[in-house]
């Protein structure tokens, strides 16, 4: 009997931070995602532990991470930083990481959450989540 699971893409999208770690996890059949609790970082720097221990837990076979360009297309010290994550996470993991797109997704997330920060993490990951499963897939 076939798998009917086969070619669903499953996603953990990230929203990197310096203080929090948005994430979400997603797939592809709704192209739709939902938070999960936020990761304490310090200066940017995550408990790889409870990454680690969210990646297996959700058998997801793609990380996304938001990279925040400036709105001219230019990079930023959080798009270097953004991407040196994303470089550890693809070592960590040997899952295939993307880099997708996050300009407006933190100030999308705050207004959805009427800024509470706390939930916007999570809410600015699943907006990068989304736009992967909907644009680029």
Known sequence: MPDPTAGVVRVLAFDFGLSAIGVAV???VTQSAEPLQPLKARNGKPDWTAIDQI???????????????????????MSTRARQFAAALEARSALPV???????????????TAGDRTRSHGIAAVLI???????VI
Do not use: K
């Open 26 to 28: 997603g797939q592809s």
């Open 55 to 77: 990646i297996s837990s959700w058998n997801v076979n793609r990380l996304v991470v938001g990279l925040p360009l400036n709105m001219d297309d230019t990079e930023s010290d």
């Open 98 to 112: 993307i880099l997708v797109d996050e300009r407006l997704s933190s100030r999308e997330a705050m207004e959805r």
């Open 129 to 135: 989540a989304e736009s992967y499963l909907r644009y």
